[in-house]
């Protein structure tokens, strides 16, 4: 992610759109931010496996509360920068519906979900990172669920990606 919001800055810089300092400031704080939760989620998952594998439950337990808890935050952190990018030239359209459907409909509103989840759970151990709202009442459907923590980065990462690809050619094409 941050790899593409720089190029994004430079070619901002180049192309003389106006725009507003303070959004890109703010968003290479959560860039910043989310970079960092995502590392520490990876670091506590490593160590959940070392405390399950001695039987350390305490530390287990402590690992798995700050991953969820770190979890949240990710989506929160995600779900601001995605509103500050769409008020960024070239990025109005910017979304990502991992991220979207995550913050929505397991985190703000739940109870408001096709089959309410009114019970807060998290899956960890999967390649997919963390994911939230696995405890479902019997016989839910699950039209609403995560994909899992890094898949949803990566999709917003990529989402970002192509809005700046876009954004460069129609500076080359504006240019030529």
């Given at each position: ?11 901002l ?23 960092h ?5 990876k ?37 601001r920068?995605?509103n ?11 979304e ?26 998290i ?13 479902r ?39 030529a």
């Amino acid at each position: 992610m941050t790899e593409a919001f720089k190029t994004y800055c430079l070619l901002l810089e180049q192309s003389g759109k106006e725009y507003t300092h303070e959004y890109l400031d703010e968003a290479r704080g959560k860039i910043d931010n989310i970079n960092h939760i995502v590392r520490s989620i990876k670091e506590h998952e490593i160590s959940l496996q070392k405390q399950l594998s001695v039987g350390d439950r305490i530390g287990a337990r402590a690992s798995v509360k700050e991953i969820h808890i770190k979890s949240e935050a990710f989506y929160y952190a995600a779900w601001r920068l995605r509103n500050i990018l769409r008020k960024l030239p070239a990025l109005q359209s910017f979304e990502c519906v991992g991220v979207r459907t995550v913050r929505n409909w397991l985190l703000e509103h739940p109870e408001n979900n096709p089959t309410p989840i009114l019970s807060s759970s998290i899956q960890i151990g999967g390649a997919y990172g963390p994911v939230l709202g696995v405890l479902r009442p019997e016989g839910d459907d699950i039209r609403v669920w995560d994909s899992g923590l890094y898949r949803n980065v990566d999709q917003f990462e990529g989402n970002l990606v192509n809005l700046v690809r876009i954004f460069e050619k129609k500076l080359k094409s504006d240019a030529a």
